[in-house]
């Protein structure tokens, strides 16, 4: 076992936070960083441990973990590294404490390799037995009952690299349909993020053949998001930084080429890397998405931090939400189910569906209810601005704006509910 320095503060840090835990199966996991890949072998006496171990492990920060949960705790973890390779991290539980848990211990560390790091669950509630514990090489040692946050958080801890800075936060905006305008969406929140709080956003415009950011922010530009996806081995931080274009002090695109004189075939995980880079780079990375459905916008969207779905009120786009949240919420069973946004609300003559009809099988009420307006929308588009450039005291502006306090963290949940409920009230619809 290798030794990990721990400051005397964090030997009473643990004891009186980590000690003390109540048994929660996820804890706050919203701010983990991701795990590299990393092979992580767990023995457990307990099945609560197993369970939340193989929980985390289904979770999308560690998707490049290689994890497998054995039973039988230490003693089975001792005799099955006498022939067998011992992985990056080892997690054991022991009933034990004392000599009994230091004699287990010292079996086990006769058979692990010097970069092998260990982790030890116990039941004991003793800051002395912790301390000698991480004297003689321990990297953490937890009390269970355990949360997914005391697992993710502590191989994300061992494993991540903390002066590479927290990670920026992606945001995926998904159509239920085609023309529902998430891409309209997606910029004016991009926007919003940029200009009205000040924080760097990088837009990545992911639909290559027919994608229009460059259009709605009156760009040009000769390079974007084709030159890093079909060159993934050459991408880094500084042929990032070449291929953005500057659209405001605090916003930059990643353009599509949008044309049509090749195919735009990937593999699943062809995107990735360009998002891990850009998520090193800037607070937070704005992601328009096709309306279509295949490996790589599957990914996309089970790996993001915050999903926006954008929808009409008629039934195609119920269905087509209904279909995404419930696959959605499947992919990421560990975070919150995805936005939604209520988008050309109000189309005269249109048979709408209600807004508390539409949102009622989906369980989730629309973070922004955006009215139809073609005037508005019309003239922004053709001038190639930004709803807020347009008329920066229109409702709709300030829609963009609630939708991106709620994305950023910046508005409570009390302000997410009266947000939604303040626009329907001026479209003059009812709630059931």
């Known amino acids: 076992m290798s030794n990990l320095v721990h400051h005397e503060e964090m030997a009473v840090d643990s004891s009186e936070n980590g000690f003390e835990n109540e048994n929660l199966s996820r804890g706050d996991i919203s701010n983990i960083r991701p ?6 072998q767990a023995f457990c006496e307990t099945e609560q441990v197993a369970q939340v171990l193989n ?22 973890a001792a005799e099955f590294y006498e022939i067998a390779p011992t992985p990056n991290l080892i997690v054991v539980e022991s009933l034990l404490s004392g000599d009994e848990l230091m004699a287990d211990l010292a079996r086990l560390a006769n058979n692990c390799d010097g970069e092998t790091k260990v982790v030890v669950v116990g039941h004991k509630n003793d800051i002395a037995m912790y301390r000698e514990l991480i004297s003689n090489g321990v990297s953490e040692y937890l009390m269970a009952p355990l949360s997914m946050a005391d697992i993710m958080n502590t191989v994300s801890d061992i494993f991540v690299n903390p002066e590479k800075g927290a ?14 305008g998430s891409s309209t ?42 030159e890093a996806v079909f060159s ?19 916003l930059s695109l990643l353009a599509a080429p949008s044309t049509l004189e090749r195919t735009y075939d990937f593999d699943p995980s062809a995107f990735n890397n360009v998002l891990e880079i850009a998520q090193r780079s800037t607070p937070y990375v704005a992601v328009d998405l096709p309306h279509q459905w295949n ?50 609300v ?33 003239n922004a588009s053709n001038n190639g601005q930004m709803i807020s450039e347009v008329d ?9 704006d609630v939708l991106a306090q709620i994305l950023t963290g910046k508005a409570e949940l009390k302000q997410e509910k009266s947000s939604a409920l303040g626009f329907l009230s001026r479209l003059g619809l009812k709630r059931g």
């Not at 795990?35 to 992580?40: E, K, Y």
């Not at 922010?217 to 998001?225: H, R």
């Not at 081995?233 to 953005?244: E, Q, T």
């Open 55 to 76: 929980a985390a492990a289904n979770d999308r920060r560690m998707v490049k973990a290689h994890v497998k949960v054995n039973m039988g705790g230490i003693p089975a």
């Open 185 to 226: 969406i997606c910029h004016n929140v991009a926007w919003a993020i940029s200009n009205s709080f000040k924080n760097d956003v990088v837009l990545a415009d992911l639909d290559l053949p027919f994608g229009t950011a460059n259009i709605n922010l009156d760009q040009d530009p000769t390079q974007g998001i084709a």
């Open 346 to 378: 109000g189309v005269p003559k249109r048979p709408e569906i209600a807004i508390p009809d539409f949102v009622g099988p989906l369980n989730v009420e629309p973070a922004v209810v955006i009215p139809f307006d073609p005037a508005l929308f019309g």
């Open 232 to 250: 993934p081995d050459r991408v880094d931080d500084i042929l990032l930084d070449r291929l953005l274009a500057k659209c405001a002090e605090h």
């Open 35 to 40: 795990v590299p890949r990393i092979t992580l």
């Open 167 to 180: 990670l920026g936060k992606v945001i995926a905006f998904i159509g239920a349909k085609g023309g529902v």
């Open 295 to 344: 490996g790589w916008v599957r990914e996309v969207l089970s790996t993001a931090d915050e999903v926006v779905i954008v929808a009409c009120p008629e039934l195609a786009n119920l269905r087509n939400t209904k279909n995404l949240i419930d696959t959605i919420s499947d992919l990421r069973p560990n975070d919150d189910i995805p936005r939604l946004v209520m988008n050309q």
């Open 392 to 400: 920066a005291k229109h409702p709709v502006a300030e829609s963009f």
